[in-house]
Nanobody, 112 residues
Framework: QVRLVESGGGLAQPGGSLRLSCEVS????????MSWYRQGPGEERELVAR????????NYLDAVKGRFTISQDNAENTVYLQMNNLKPEDTAVYYC?????WGQGTPVPVSS
């Protein structure tokens, strides 16, 4: 059974940092592309970052380049999204995605 379970979200202040985790079961990360998406209030879901099975980031949303870093730990079968210098416009529900599966989402409100 495939499961993607996100954690690490929560209220952050502008300029702050958070690290999101997505624990995957049912697939070995080293064989697949993993992605983080986000959906802000009243907005469409958008791709934030993507990483290939070899652990190389392949895509970043322009708005997060230089602030967010995607990585993975194959031993833990977990993908991470390190988010630094958070801005109010980063406020969204963040989802991890693998093939046809989505996690449940973790909210990240950024506000002072």
């Amino acid at each position: 059974q495939v499961r993607l379970v996100e954690s690490g979200g929560g209220l952050a202040q502008p300029g702050g940092s958070l690290r999101l985790s997505c624990e995957v079961s049912g697939f070995k990360l080293e064989n697949y592309v993993m992605s983080w998406y986000r959906q802000g209030p009243g907005e469409e879901r958008e791709l934030v970052a993507r990483i290939n099975g070899a652990g190389t980031p392949t895509n970043y949303l322009d708005a997060v380049k230089g602030r967010f870093t995607i990585s993975q730990d194959n031993a833990e079968n977990t993908v991470y999204l390190q988010m630094n210098n958070l801005k109010p416009e980063d406020t969204a529900v963040y989802y991890c995605h693998l093939c046809n599966w989505w996690g449940q989402g973790t909210p990240v409100p950024v506000s002072s």
